[in-house]
């Protein structure tokens, strides 16, 4: 439920209470007895939406950790597999260079 849509819903349910509570021919006791007890009942429920909420926030959580780390590892795996390209195409461009000589090097067109 969006929190917009749950505050109309509490808002609804508290001004519907006292005013059935305040047009009620009851004792003063009794509607204050009443009004306790609708709002023990809206703190409990504003509690278990607070307490899903936590939870729904804490799976999200684990879902976003888990993400960072799997791209983290992702992008650690492309950065070895670049440096291990790297250092292997420099080492194979050196061979070539060191059998060539002074000529055969300075007559290649770059």
Partial sequence: MKVKHAAYLFSGIILGGV?????????????????????????QELQHQADKGMVKLNEMKEVGMKNINELRDKGMKTINEMKTAA????????????????????????
């Fill in 87 to 110: 250092e292997e195409l420099m080492e194979n461009t050196a061979k070539k260079v060191n059998n060539k000589t002074k000529e055969e090097i300075e007559e290649y067109d770059y």
């Fill in 19 to 43: 005013t059935a509570l305040l047009l009620a021919p009851e004792k003063g006791s009794k509607t204050r007895k009443k009004l306790k007890k609708q709002a023990l009942d809206i703190q």
